[in-house]
């Protein structure tokens, strides 16, 4: 990249902003934090899922003492698989709130709360193998217990993920679609523009939301449905956009030059009038990202998005809503939070590729 380039004026430009690239390290944070989930989230059983409803719905900072009883059941599971989709866990993780050790057993007492007695159980030293003290440990839940008990800083790490990555694969899509019928739409114009125009406008007419619960349905509730059924309907204004800036751009002189080359026209629209337009795309994207993750969140809080126990931001707001007025609002506050950050991040970065991009200023 030469230091007179459009490209490196560009970028000078939008180091300068400070909101556009304060909001690409919080995008940037998130990403890492979503492939490393696993790593750094507390409870790194898949799904983040691990559930104690003895202690469901405690305050953040909540601290309890925990015994880990081990089932004697091998793991072995390899690194990667670990990283990507947590561990597989088979050992019993209960919540006590006291122990004591004789000569053979272990005797302890489960948690529970509101004041009340747990049960006393005993279970022989035999299954420890070693010091049972090393089974035993203090456990702090920095955001605190969802309703089921499970950790929800956890599932906050864990559920950055569908939020994050739905918006890589619904742009891709979206960019994939979009970006052909309306290069082919722009360049071609005639009947070839009159058939797609007329596919694009019947697809606009559809309200977003009603398309996507219409497409999740034909393809079933799950995750990477979710993620098609978004991308689906993201390209009408990628077409769009491209159509126009290749209309306007197909009269220009080196395309002219091109076609008395004797180019073909898809080299024409790929090598030479799409990397000259790709300035509203970028920006179109950056915009995509903020609508797909909002699409995903309102899936998720119907119930047709990621399904249970898979953590979403938007299952989470789902299932804790009413906590709002039971006097414990952080439970459905937090991921709402971590929605509006991520979304106001890809919008500020948006606006701030816009004015670096923009040649007039």
């Not at 009159?194 to 393809?219: D, G, H």
């Not at 699409?295 to 119907?302: H, Q, W």
Request: proline residues 4%.
């Amino acid at each position: 990249m030469s230091k007179g380039s459009l490209t490196h004026l560009a970028l000078q430009k939008f180091k300068k902003n400070f909101w556009g690239v304060f909001s690409l390290g919080i995008i940037v944070l998130v990403g890492l934090v979503s492939v490393f989930a696993y790593i750094l989230a507390p409870d790194n059983s898949q799904n983040a899922n691990q559930m104690h409803l003895s202690i469901h719905s405690k305050s953040p900072g909540f601290t309890v003492t925990m015994l880990t009883i081990p089932s004697g059941v091998k793991n072995e599971q390899g690194f990667l698989d670990k990283l990507f989709f947590g561990k597989k866990t088979t050992d019993s993780e209960i919540p006590i709130s006291g122990y004591k050790i004789s000569d053979t057993n272990l005797i302890y007492t489960e948690y529970a709360s509101d004041g009340l007695q747990g049960l006393v159980r005993t279970i022989p030293l035999d299954n420890f193998g070693s010091k049972p003290e090393n089974f035993i440990h203090k456990k702090t839940f920095v955001f605190g217990t969802d309703k089921y008990g499970r950790d929800l800083l956890s599932r906050i790490l864990v559920g950055a993920r569908i939020s994050f990555f739905i918006g890589f694969v619904a742009v891709f899509i979206s960019l994939l679609i979009g970006v052909t019928m309306g290069s082919i739409a722009g360049y071609f114009g005639g009947k070839v523009d009159a058939i797609i125009m007329w596919i694009i406008n019947v697809t606009w007419s559809i309200p977003t939301l009603l398309l996507v619960i219409a497409i999740t349905l034909a393809l079933g509730k799950g995750f990477w449905q979710v993620f098609i059924a978004v991308g689906l309907t993201m390209w009408v204004e990628v077409a769009r956009v491209v159509r126009g800036q290749v209309m306007s751009v197909k009269k220009m002189q080196y395309v002219t030059a091109a076609r008395a080359l004797g180019y073909t026209d898809f080299r024409i629209i790929f090598r030479h009038i799409l990397p000259n337009i790709m300035a509203p795309i970028i920006v179109i994207s950056a915009a995509n990202f903020a609508a797909a993750i909002l699409i995903e969140s309102g899936l998720s809080f119907l119930g047709i998005g990621a399904q249970p126990p898979m953590s979403s931001w938007g299952a989470m707001i789902k299932d804790h809503y009413n906590y709002i007025i039971l006097g414990k609002p952080y439970l459905a506050l937090i991921p709402g939070l971590c929605i509006m950050l991520l979304v106001m991040s890809f919008m500020l970065m948006g606006n701030a590729l816009r004015d670096a991009l923009d040649v007039k200023t």
